[in-house]
């Protein structure tokens, strides 16, 4: 519970400090995008499920908003319902294919499915909207009360209510005896069958309630960007959830959050001061996957000593890979570069020996 | 009264070999029967073929008078329910959750309490928790008990299924003599009207469990009797207990 005080009031600071748009669309993103993780933790981390196509999901369920919204007038506040509905059809469809299999297949198929909806956009402009994708105008929609959602703060509160609304939700979902029967699944799923569980049927049904959410998540960026295209449902924006996901750490429920924040970070914070931030992101990816594999939140978890040498190794690496690759980037082989880079990484190597023989 | 369970003629080939050559059990309702045998002779095949985790080439399996004859494994767990040669429980999941998940496979509990925590589940988890000794370690992942509680464990949620049948695949394996004794005694407190079929490959350890011991060499049963019989039968002796002695 403390940590959902946290995620509400962290939404609710920026517009209360600031009427700045970019910021709230920052944040906009990072909300769109904690429970666009949330979601995708359901089948990585509850069932065990490694989905390179969960975007399909959620860029679906924007389309179909997207056109509700305009064609049908639907109220911009429940607009992320139909996302929802739209998504969990999909996945009925798409499920029924994907869940016959676990581990490697079924992230070969959901492979396959995405590419396969990916390439609807191109065969089916019409209704996707081809390269322009499909645009809404926010505020044409029936107002609520004095609220039309045009200004973007407005558009904020809606996407925060929404989020924590949705990860309330996911939690109490991930409290239930079905979340518990997909770790069983996840864990061991010839002894799940023996107690009665046919995997295949509790895979479908996780994935069908973790793209509900993937909908939701969909229509929130549709609300922020007022634009869904083929990018909303591409490989990129599959690969970024999983990515997001992996950085905070799957074993956890609030782990996803983390990654959601860390990414949109990345992406947004970052990007606008380095062109090289994927090189960044790829390289703190890697060194989770290999050094923390239990994502953020498990580091969290460790001791205080550890935590305290573990941050200062990492500020002096970040400085060592900051310095080198800014330096590779600007295509300008500066030896005070080198000069601050290898002592930088020396100590690093240092700290990493040290920590490991305090273990 | 329908017998707890009928194989007529188990036939499994894999490729050319033959591993079950017609395999004819009958298992009485209540009863605890024991399927000793060489390594190699079959047993566990057998089992996989019981519970549905592979199909017979040949033959018909009945429990307690429905067909399962290759069905899924899920769609026989309300008629039995088995216990693995490996150790199979949920290593993720606290060894409260593991129980629970199987009291929701028995056929008593509801679609609803799949979806909503429900007391009654909770109550039957909880008594089988104690049944099996682990009552202390309830909300231990169950990856980090102890060889034997892990044993204890698997147990349990074949138990807790409620299935009337219970299959175990040599309980004992890999415990000493001691852990091995208390649980045999596990087992019998726990199985009190059920009726047991266990795979043992150590005819001194169902001894005093079973009522009645079928011997499978090379994939056909060569005897079912009671322990004294079995152990006096010359064939048996031959085939099975000569073999290890020498």
Redesign the interface.
């Known amino acids: 519970m403390p940590r959902f005080l946290a995620l509400i009031a962290a939404l609710a600071l920026p517009p209360l400090f600031s009427d700045q748009s970019w910021l709230l669309a920052y944040f906009a993103q990072t909300a769109t995008l904690i429970v666009f993780a949330l979601s995708y933790n359901l089948l990585l981390g509850e069932t065990g499920l490694l989905s390179f196509g969960h975007a399909v999901y959620s860029g679906l369920g924007a389309f179909a908003a997207a056109h509700a919204f305009n064609r049908f007038g639907v109220p911009l506040p429940l607009l992320p319902l139909i996302g929802g509905f739209v998504a969990m059809l999909a996945a009925i469809v798409f499920g029924a294919i994907s869940t016959q299999r676990a581990s490697t297949s079924f992230a070969m198929i959901t492979l396959g499915i995405g590419e396969l909806v990916a390439a609807c956009v191109w065969l089916v402009p019409g209704w996707f909207g081809g390269e322009g994708g499909v645009t809404i105008d926010r505020a044409s929609g029936p107002p609520l009360f004095a609220w039309t959602f045009g200004p973007s703060r407005e558009a904020y509160v809606l996407i925060a209510c929404w989020c924590v609304a949705s990860a309330l939700a996911m939690f109490a979902f991930s409290?239930?005896?079905?979340c518990?029967?997909a770790?069983?699944v996840?864990?061991?799923p010839?002894?799940?069958?023996?107690?009665?569980?046919?995997p295949r049927r509790v895979r479908f049904t996780m994935l069908v309630v973790s793209a509900f959410f993937a909908g939701i998540a969909g229509v929130l960026a549709l609300i922020n960007v007022e634009l869904v295209s083929s990018e909303s449902l591409g490989l990129a924006r599959s690969t970024s959830v999983l990515v997001a996901t992996v950085i905070g750490g799957a074993g956890t429920f609030f782990g996803p959050v983390i990654g959601a924040v860390l990414l949109t970070f990345f992406s947004v914070a970052v990007a606008s001061v380095s062109a090289a931030w994927p090189m960044y992101l790829g390289l703190f990816f890697m060194w989770v996957v290999i050094a923390a594999p239990q994502g953020v939140a498990g580091l969290l978890r460790r001791d205080m000593r550890t935590l305290c040498i573990g941050a200062f190794s990492a500020m002096v690496w970040s400085a060592a890979v900051v310095v080198s690759v800014e330096a590779l980037y600007a295509g300008r082989n500066d030896a005070r570069a080198w000069l601050i880079a290898v002592p930088c990484a020396l100590l690093g190597l240092w700290l990493a020996r040290s920590t490991r023989t305090a273990r | 009264m329908n017998a707890a369970l009928e194989l007529h003629g188990i036939v499994k080939r894999f490729g050319a070999t033959r591993v079950l050559r017609g395999v004819d059990l009958h298992v009485a309702q209540g009863e605890r029967h024991a399927l000793i045998g060489p390594n190699g002779a079959g047993k566990s095949t057998l089992f996989d073929l019981i519970s549905g985790r592979a199909r017979p080439d040949d033959g018909r399996i009945v429990a307690n008078g429905i067909d399962i004859t290759g069905r899924a494994p899920q769609r026989v767990s309300r008629s039995l329910a088995r216990s693995f040669q490996t150790t199979s429980v949920f290593g993720g999941l606290s060894v409260i959750d593991n129980l629970r998940c199987a009291a929701l496979g028995a056929a008593s509990s509801r679609l609803i309490d799949r979806w909503l925590p429900s007391r009654r589940i909770d109550e039957r988890a909880h008594a089988m928790l104690v049944a099996i000794g682990l009552a202390s370690r309830a909300d231990e992942p169950a990856a980090r008990l102890t060889y034997a509680e892990q044993r204890a464990l698997d147990l349990g949620i074949a138990l807790a299924t409620d299935a009337p049948l219970i299959l175990l695949d040599e309980p004992t394996a890999g415990m000493n003599r001691a852990e091995a004794q208390r649980a045999l005694a596990l087992i019998r407190a726990t199985t009190q009207g059920r009726t047991l079929l266990v795979i043992e490959h150590d005819m001194d350890a169902v001894f005093d469990l079973a009522d009645r011991i079928s011997v499978l060499v090379q994939g056909r049963v060569i005897a079912t009797d009671a322990p004294a019989a079995i152990r006096a039968n010359r064939d048996v002796r031959e085939a099975y207990l000569g073999g290890a002695a020498s």
């Open positions: 409290r239930t005896p079905m518990r029967l770790n069983a996840r864990d061991n010839a002894r799940a069958a023996s107690i009665g569980f046919a």
